[in-house]
């Protein structure tokens, strides 16, 4: 009886230890808090491409009208759909075939706060590039006083507390930038860029 309890045991521990160790690898890749602190050591921006992104196959969805006048394909990455900080409903794919210009924040992160001057000016530089916001991490009111306190509610500010929109994009922290090619093909750089740094990825992404 003893040596059969003693083997009962055995069996419920090696159990119990398989089951911490399963599941869980689904929860890595979401956004994430990054606190690093504005006078952190100064390192080159990371940035990364990807190559075009394939078509929606989920729905016929289209774009803005392509320079030869046809509806352009929306790329994969642009097959959302969310809403602004001023409740309206926005769709990725209205941005088809246009350059964009994505710019991840959260609103109590430094760094954001440093690129917002940098993104207000190149927006109004820039008007044949589409600059949309993508706020994070927070509640909608700290959102909007973000937006009111650094002046860019003049572009586009989608209120993505879910994340939805981050995932999409493959963002993991703030503030961190998507430059979308006509093509559908990006790059993905971590800020703070600056007004330079910014301006000049602005400048490669309209050269094509």
Avoid at 75 to 84: D, H, I
Avoid at 102 to 115: G, I
Avoid at 147 to 158: D, E, M, P, S
């Amino acid at each position: 009886m003893i040596r059969y309890r003693a083997v009962a045991a055995a069996v419920s521990a090696a159990l119990l230890t398989g089951a911490c160790g399963a599941g869980g690898g689904d929860e890595a890749g979401g956004p994430v808090r990054s606190d690093a602190p504005l006078s952190a050591p100064a390192t080159s921006p990371a940035a990364s491409v990807t190559s075009p992104a394939s078509p929606a196959s989920e729905s016929p969805a289209t774009g803005s009208p392509s320079p030869t006048g046809s509806p352009a394909a929306v790329p994969a990455a642009l097959a959302f759909r969310a809403v602004t900080l001023g409740g309206e409903r926005f769709e990725g794919a209205s941005l088809a075939g246009r350059p964009v210009v994505f710019w991840f924040w959260a609103p109590w992160c430094p760094k954001c706060l440093s690129d917002a001057p940098a993104v207000r000016a190149a927006a109004e530089k820039h008007r044949d590039v589409a600059f949309v916001g993508v706020a994070g991490l927070d509640a909608e009111p700290a959102m909007k006083e973000f937006v009111r306190r650094t002046g860019t509610g003049t572009i586009v500010q989608l209120s993505d507390a879910g994340g939805a929109v981050w995932t999409k994009l493959g963002v993991t922290q703030q503030s961190t930038f998507v430059f979308m090619r006509p093509d559908g093909s990006t790059e993905k750089v971590s800020g703070p860029l600056g007004a330079d740094g910014l301006n000049r990825q602005v400048g490669k992404l309209r050269a094509g």
